[in-house]
């Protein structure tokens, strides 16, 4: 079943509503009925059961049944920075780091990537990013939404990134093979991509002398988008949720 994003200010302590679209569809596509259960989540960590009392395409109105801490949730705290690309690629950037647990997203300039035109585009690209990540939450059954940062400059990044012990520079021209992180102070953990450009290499040494570490994706050159994708996967792998998932299996 179906996650559902419930706002703080329509949800009590043994009640709750939906409206808007997402009504809509549990009318109308999932056609649920009064008495049918529904699964819902405030955003932040916390998971609800609740059964339907009254239903319409505008409003759906909860009993709620059960609450508790979400299980879907990474134990990583994992920042993606990732620099600016063109806009639907962004959009697939963060359809994908939600499936992957990834807790904040920032996107950056830097000397290679796209710029946005003006603020009034930025702040409507900012709502759009939300927008998206709201939608993969309900797909994925996430429970804590992906943060959605403002655009940063590339010193800004690297300030922000101080508070990590674990910081990834993922750049096509490292000769280090990616590998086991060691351990660090606590378990938070930072992934710089660069643009489709590349960054240049006085941004990487930056990052370098700024305590990351500059690592290599393979021998083959990976779309920014892809590498973005494919570094988050790894690092949630190896410190995040994803390797006890894997080994239980095999």
């Given at each position: 079943m179906q996650k559902f994003l419930i706002n703080t200010e329509a949800l009590s302590t043994d009640k709750a509503v939906i409206h808007g679209q997402d009504a809509k569809h549990i009318c109308k596509v999932l056609r649920l009925k009064p008495k049918d259960t529904i699964s819902m989540t405030?955003?932040?960590?916390?998971?609800?059961?609740?059964?339907?009392?009254?239903?319409?395409?505008?409003?759906?109105?909860?009993?709620?049944?059960?609450?508790?801490?979400?299980?879907?949730?990474?134990?990583?705290?994992?920042?993606?920075c990732t620099a600016m690309l063109k806009h639907n690629k962004m959009d697939e950037i963060i359809k994908?780091?939600?499936?992957?647990?990834?807790?904040?997203?920032?996107?950056?300039?830097?000397?290679?990537?796209?710029?946005?035109?003006?603020?009034?585009?930025?702040?409507?690209?900012?709502?759009?990013?939300?927008?998206?990540?709201r939608e993969s939450l309900k797909q994925c059954r996430r429970s804590c939404l992906v943060e959605i940062m403002p655009p940063m400059d590339f010193e800004q990044v690297l300030s922000f990134s101080k508070s990590c012990s674990h910081r990834f520079a993922f750049w096509e021209a490292s000769d280090r093979p990616f590998g086991g992180p060691?351990?660090?102070?606590?378990?938070?953990?930072?992934?710089?991509?660069?643009?489709?450009?590349?960054f240049e290499e006085e941004e990487v040494r930056s990052a370098v002398e700024s305590g990351f570490i500059s690592y290599s994706l393979g021998p083959r050159i990976l779309r920014a988008e892809t590498a973005a994708v494919c570094a988050c996967g790894l690092i949630q792998y190896l410190l995040g949720d994803m390797g006890g998932c894997l080994k239980q299996y095999s």
């Open positions: 405030n955003g932040h960590g916390t998971d609800f059961t609740g059964s339907i009392d009254k239903i319409s395409p505008e409003c759906v109105e909860i009993s709620i049944l059960s609450e508790k801490k979400s299980l879907t949730e990474s134990n990583l705290d994992l920042t993606l994908q780091i939600t499936q992957l647990g990834v807790t904040r997203w920032i996107p950056f300039y830097c000397k290679r990537s796209i710029p946005l035109s003006g603020p009034n585009k930025e702040k409507k690209h900012i709502e759009r990013w939300q927008t998206i990540a060691a351990p660090g102070e606590n378990n938070k953990a930072v992934v710089l991509i660069g643009p489709e450009g590349g």
